[in-house]
């Protein structure tokens, strides 16, 4: 790894500071060969810090340190993306990341769609709210309802109408969120399954 850093007259880079597990951003600090060397060597991510003056290990007093898991270099080899497994929240103000963001999986549009139901499920208005209406039937209801849209799934692949096979399949993944959440359950405690059996 060739890093540049004599592009800038501090001789730091940025390290932008991402989770392995979210993709989420974390936060950014800088880094001098000596703050990788000891990020390397330590396995904790540790920073230049500009206002100290020194080395600085995160966590070093909080006790929420950064693993490191990987690092890579981008294509002017002057910036790090420093992918880790952080041990409690990364901002000194005590939230997730250093943006007062939640550091939690994001599936696009599905973790909408996921705080959508909830939301519905929660306000519990079932005269105005499909989600709510099924869902107060109970959990039997719907396990039966994904399995209705499941069959009609299976009937459309069979044809050769590909707007219907979708819209089926859109509303076959709309009600197995529903189960999911009727379980206790949320998608990311199924992607976290299927990471442990790739990983076999």
Same mark, same amino acid.
């Given at each position: 790894?060739?890093?540049?850093?004599?592009?800038?007259?501090?001789?730091?880079?940025?390290?932008?500071?991402?989770?392995?597990?979210? *993709?989420? /951003? @974390?936060?950014? $600090?800088?880094?001098?060969?000596?703050?990788?060397?000891?990020?390397?060597?330590?396995? @904790?991510?540790?920073?230049?810090?500009?206002?100290?003056?020194?080395?600085?290990?995160?966590?070093? &007093?909080?006790?929420?340190? %950064?693993?490191?898991?990987?690092? *890579?270099?981008?294509?002017?080899? +002057?910036? @790090?993306?420093?992918?880790?497994?952080?041990? $409690?929240? #990364?901002?000194?103000?005590?939230?997730? #990341?250093?943006?007062?963001?939640?550091?939690?999986?994001?599936?696009?549009?599905?973790?909408?769609?996921?705080?959508?139901?909830?939301?519905?499920? &929660?306000?519990?208005? #079932?005269?105005?709210?499909? =989600?709510?209406?099924?869902?107060?039937? $109970?959990?039997?209801? /719907?396990?039966?309802?994904? $399995?209705?849209?499941? /069959?009609?799934? =299976?009937?459309?692949?069979?044809?050769?109408?590909?707007? %219907?096979?979708?819209?089926?399949?859109?509303?076959?993944?709309?009600?197995? %969120?529903?189960?999911?959440?009727?379980?206790?359950?949320?998608?990311? +405690?199924?992607?976290? /399954?299927?990471?442990?059996?790739?990983?076999?």
């Amino acid at each position: 790894m060739n890093i540049n850093f004599n592009k800038n007259t501090d001789g730091l880079v940025p390290a932008i500071i991402q989770d392995v597990k979210t *993709k989420n /951003v @974390l936060m950014l $600090g800088y880094m001098n060969k000596e703050a990788l060397e000891k990020t390397k060597a330590s396995g @904790l991510v540790t920073f230049f810090s500009r206002t100290k003056k020194r080395l600085w290990t995160k966590g070093e &007093e909080s006790g929420n340190v %950064l693993h490191l898991i990987d690092i *890579k270099l981008d294509c002017d080899s +002057d910036t @790090l993306l420093v992918s880790v497994n952080p041990k $409690g929240p #990364t901002c000194h103000k005590g939230s997730d #990341t250093c943006w007062n963001e939640k550091n939690k999986a994001s599936f696009g549009f599905l973790s909408t769609l996921e705080d959508v139901i909830t939301s519905r499920i &929660e306000n519990a208005d #079932t005269q105005k709210s499909y =989600v709510a209406s099924l869902f107060a039937k $109970g959990i039997n209801k /719907v396990a039966q309802k994904v $399995g209705e849209e499941a /069959v009609e799934v =299976v009937i459309e692949a069979k044809d050769n109408n590909d707007e %219907l096979f979708l819209e089926e399949s859109s509303d076959l993944l709309f009600h197995y %969120l529903m189960l999911l959440q009727a379980k206790n359950f949320k998608l990311n +405690d199924v992607v976290s /399954v299927l990471e442990k059996r790739h990983t076999k």
